[in-house]
């Protein structure tokens, strides 16, 4: 295999952002730096909440991170990888938490071309987060935890035609999360930050424009979709459905246009590596960055079966070529069609139930032990801190535990219960044959085997690669000729995922669970009632 020896993935997630170096030839990891917000000082006064990685919100349901943030991280975990491995790297892909979004002003072109002017990034020259800093329209990134567009999503929806003229158009069924929703609710809330707004970006598609000092990168499919403003089977953005959002705006229609980047194949080379990344980290000029996509697609390189991903939202992926009522539909890092459906409530929630009795953020062995004491399906507890749109639901704390292990355990179960619910005319059953599950709670053997009985099907553990992962795999795939691509990508997706530990579901816990009365029964009621 010629050219250059590794790729570079870089995820840029709700917590922090991770870079992942692969071998091209050899498929092994050879670098792999990471960075959170809360631990690292070098990310320090942007303002977020003590303990949580969000901006305090103005108004209920909304959920925003610091643009900036995004860069400073940028800056932070590509300092943190050995200079010798960057100078090798042939292309760059991009993976961002999807549907979050940023909006650039009029001055973001001049700044995007001035990370390739000669000298940007010598020592002691400006970071990205002071060179963009007037280049914004808003400071606040509206992120996938937004859950104050009912009315907005509900108008996207009415639009299409109701709910199965929606999900056939856009693939889904009108989230409120999806940044189309979470646009026209901010532009409605904040009509002078929009009219300053020249550029509306995902996260990824901006952080693809700085790794390549060009403005104009382009927003991939897969988190086309996740805005439920793309035509899912044409690939084009709707004049429908951009026509229903932009309504009431200034320059109605032609006006949200203007601000939208083009769509393209997430592996399209967006250029080369602006000069400022060759002075500052050593990267190779001539390295390819590619459109990339957001951490759902990218992961979903990894599995190419089904894939319970539990971060800070919880996420089925599944296989499925058009779109259904119940499910998502995206296309991957490669751009590949998938199914999905997304709890905000994820493992944020499981953190809260630790810190509310006292414990650790990550005393993970006192929650084995939780799993290990409480029989599976005993506990109807719920605790969703934010409204949930899969199923959709309100904010709720119900049936709280005084003791610690009845109370983690009992939350651990409506989660995956909950997700079950929404998810199972997907995803459920063992014909499907066995499932990944990646993040950092498929590291408990007591989670897999819940997992494997409520979803009826063995389960196995993929290594905690993740989305930067899947894009340094997708990089690589971007350079192999077309032919070969296929069968590249799928050796690359098995070498860099690692399954590991494999569980079937026992039969008590099973019966436990679907039986007659049994727990997903009661908790499907439960739901039905308002958890009333």
Not at 77 to 84: F, G, K, N, S
Not at 318 to 330: F, L
Request: a negative charge; aromatic letters at 6%.
């Amino acid at each position: 295999m010629e050219g250059p020896s590794l790729v570079l993935g870089i995820d840029s997630s709700t917590q922090g952002t991770t870079a992942v170096l692969i071998d091209r030839v050899s498929l092994a990891r050879v670098g792999e730096a990471k960075v959170r917000y809360r631990d690292d000082p070098r990310l320090s006064g942007f303002g977020l909440m003590a303990g949580e990685p969000l901006l305090a919100p103005r108004e209920e349901g909304e959920a925003d991170q610091p643009v900036l943030l995004f860069l400073a991280a940028l800056d932070a975990v590509l300092a943190d990888l050995p200079r010798e491995s960057l100078s090798r790297v042939g292309a760059i892909a991009v993976s961002a938490q999807q549907h979050g979004q940023v909006w650039l002003g009029q001055d973001a072109p001049a700044s995007c071309r001035g990370l390739g002017l000669e000298g940007s990034g010598l020592a002691g020259a400006p970071g990205l987060a002071g060179r963009f800093a007037p280049a914004l329209a808003t400071e606040r990134s509206p992120i996938w935890m937004s859950a104050n567009t009912a009315r907005e999503a509900q108008e996207l929806r009415d639009a299409a035609g109701g709910e199965a003229a929606m999900t056939a158009l856009s693939g889904s069924d009108s989230p409120l999360r999806f940044s189309g929703a979470v646009m026209r609710h901010r532009a409605l809330s904040e009509p002078g930050s929009y009219a300053s707004c020249a550029r509306i970006h995902l996260i990824s598609s901006f952080l693809a424009s700085v790794l390549s000092g060009r403005a104009e990168a382009p927003i991939d499919w897969g988190n086309g979709a996740g805005m439920s403003l793309m035509d899912w089977k044409e690939r084009r953005w709707s004049g429908l459905l951009v026509a229903a959002a932009a309504r009431g705006l200034p320059g109605g229609t032609e006006g949200l246009l203007a601000r939208l980047p083009a769509l393209a194949h997430p592996l399209a080379a967006v250029g080369g590596v602006a000069r400022y990344f060759t002075e500052r980290y050593g990267l190779p000029a001539e390295a390819l960055v590619l459109a990339g996509s957001g951490d759902n697609p990218q992961s979903k390189v990894l599995a190419p079966g089904d894939l319970l991903s539990l971060g800070t939202s919880f996420v089925l992926m599944a296989e499925g070529s058009r779109p259904i009522k119940g499910a998502n539909a995206m296309y991957d890092g490669l751009g590949r069609p998938f199914l999905f459906g997304c709890r905000t409530n994820g493992s944020l929630t499981w953190e809260a139930v630790r810190r509310g009795h006292g414990l650790g953020a990550d005393d993970f062995a006192a929650c084995e032990a939780a799993l290990a004491s409480i029989p599976a399906g005993s506990i109807l507890r719920v605790l969703q801190r934010e409204r949930e749109s899969f199923p959709e639901s309100p904010a709720v704390d119900y049936g709280r535990q005084e003791d610690f292990a009845a109370d983690y355990a009992g939350a651990v179960d409506s989660a995956l219960g909950l997700l079950w619910l929404g998810s199972r005319g997907f995803a459920s059953g063992p014909a499907l044959g066995e499932m990944a599950v990646t993040g950092g709670a498929a590291a408990s053997e007591g989670t897999l085997r819940r997992i494997a009985a409520i979803w009826d099907r063995p389960v196995a553990r993929i290594g905690e690669a993740g989305a930067a992962a899947g894009a340094a795999v997708a990089a690589a795939v971007a350079l192999v000729p077309e032919g070969e691509r296929e069968a590249y990508a799928s050796r690359a997706a098995a070498a860099v995922s690692g399954r590991s530990l494999r569980v079937e579901a026992s039969p008590p816990e099973l019966a436990a669970y679907h039986k007659e009365g049994g727990y997903l029964s009661r908790l499907a009621r439960l739901l039905e009632a308002g958890f009333r």
